[in-house]
């Protein structure tokens, strides 16, 4: 099974500032990774599929990078609808691993 | 847009089954690529498997391997799992999930249903 590891684990953050999030996918996944946000007692939500591709609706600060095995999710000014969890998730082998997730809190 | 319904709440003693639906509706299709996903209490994001109608055949975690089985009803866009021997650390909400479409670009989870808790306990 492919490992998915992201980076950090929480992250603290304040309203206004860019922050990333890192996912390292253990084999190659071409570009096969999705992003999602998670808040409290709700179903995840996609931000981003194809590593880089703006799911429609979702806020044009979120944005993805990567390939291969290094991924990114960069939102460029957090805003308090922001602070939740998120997962990465490759679709490039069964089974279809989620990172274990980052929480963004308000600092 | 489209919208998942899951069933409701369940609680179950160990060793018995459950099994959880999810109807799907407002899509353009009923070529429905549905996948199953579990959070534990506190947990992340367990993949679980999944059936695309269009192919038949579903593909699951081999950690479920044999008591976890998918199966959808294209007539109704309607999918289910079944869970055989549950165990204490089954207790998770169950969500169901539509995918971008039945390619393997498109297996990114685009739709999600509300979840269903399931509760093993003697």
């Known amino acids: 099974d492919i490992q998915m590891t992201q980076s950090p684990s929480t992250l603290s953050a304040s309203v206004g500032d860019r922050v990333t999030i890192s996912c390292r996918a253990s084999?190659?996944?071409?570009?096969?990774l999705a992003w999602y946000q998670q808040k409290p007692g709700k179903a995840p939500t996609l931000l981003i599929y194809k590593a880089s591709t703006l799911e429609s609706g979702v806020p044009s600060r979120f944005s993805g990078s990567g390939s291969g095995t290094d991924f990114t999710l960069t939102i460029s000014s957090l805003q308090p609808d922001d602070f939740a969890t998120y997962y990465c998730?490759?679709?490039?082998?069964?089974?279809?691993?989620f990172g274990q997730g980052t929480k963004l809190e308000i600092k | 847009q489209v919208e998942l319904v899951q069933s409701g709440a369940e609680v179950k003693k160990p060793g018995s089954s459950v099994k959880v639906s999810c109807k799907a509706s407002?899509?353009?299709?009923?070529?429905?690529?549905f996948t199953w996903v579990r959070q534990a209490p506190g947990e992340g994001l367990e993949w679980v498997g999944h059936i695309i109608p269009l192919f038949g055949t579903p593909s699951h975690a081999q950690k479920f391997q044999g008591r976890v089985s998918i199966s959808a009803d294209e007539s109704t866009s309607t999918a289910y799992m079944d869970i055989s021997r549950l165990r204490f650390d089954d207790t998770a909400v169950y969500y169901c999930a539509i995918m971008g479409g039945v390619w393997e670009s498109q297996r990114f989870l685009q739709h999600w249903g509300q979840g269903t808790l399931v509760t093993v306990s003697s």
């Open positions: 084999h190659s996944i071409n570009s096969w």
């Open positions: 407002g899509g353009t299709s009923n070529n429905y690529a």
């Open positions: 998730q490759e679709y490039n082998n069964y089974p279809y691993t």
